[in-house]
């Protein structure tokens, strides 16, 4: 039997309150620490809704460090060359409210931020943003509104970082998937174009 939660005091009534020490931590600058895991993460996923409320979440990542940090309150996320759809930054522009997390790999815990977003085409700290001597097409400048420390239980519960539970066979490639798309290439053109040594020629 399928039994919804549809108020906050059920939902409080089955989970329970969180003590105070997780309910404090959440601030609205970063810390000496925050910046330092910022400068050692490579990875974060930015999530974007638009003007209806539905909701995207894309993938950025650059050698560690990529995310610059303007000042305590405020960074920017640069951009790169991609598929072009702009999904994101299609909802920035309708409703600037961004979530971000940013993962080092190996560590269970990640470093939840979030703010106002805005998009930007250049700015005096593209320069420092470039990567092979490429600047980036675009950044995302988040002006911080929350910003903490996530636990690692989901990290843990999945095992996500422990190769043996590694199994990136099981499904498709991607240029298998791409198949579906890209009706008229042959599926051996499809593996040299989705192959990562073509890829990485093209990463900037």
Not at 12 to 37: C, F, H, N, T
Not at 156 to 175: E, G, I, M
């Amino acid at each position: 039997m399928r039994r919804e939660v549809g108020s906050v005091e059920e939902l409080r009534a089955i989970v329970g309150e969180p003590d105070q020490y997780v309910a404090d931590k959440v601030k609205d600058r970063l810390s000496a620490v925050q910046r330092r895991w910022l400068a050692h993460s490579p990875l974060c996923f930015v999530a974007t809704t638009d003007a209806r409320g539905r909701v995207d979440v894309s993938p950025k990542g650059d050698p560690a460090g990529f995310v610059h940090v303007i000042d305590d309150t405020t960074i920017a996320i640069p951009d790169r060359r991609g598929n072009k759809r702009v999904d994101g930054y299609r909802n920035v522009l309708q409703n600037p409210h961004v979530g971000t997390l940013f993962v080092i790999p190996g560590r269970g815990d990640t470093l939840r931020i979030n703010g106002t977003g805005r998009i930007l085409a250049d700015a005096d700290y593209f320069d420092a943003l470039a990567v092979q001597g490429k600047r980036p097409t675009l950044a995302l400048e988040l002006a911080i509104e929350e910003v903490f420390f996530h636990c690692a239980k989901a990290f843990l519960r999945s095992d996500a970082w422990d190769p043996s539970t590694w199994t990136p066979d099981a499904v498709p490639s991607a240029a298998q998937l791409a198949k579906a798309i890209r009706h008229d290439w042959t599926q051996a053109q499809l593996d040299e174009y989705y192959s990562e040594a073509n890829y990485r020629k093209t990463l900037y």
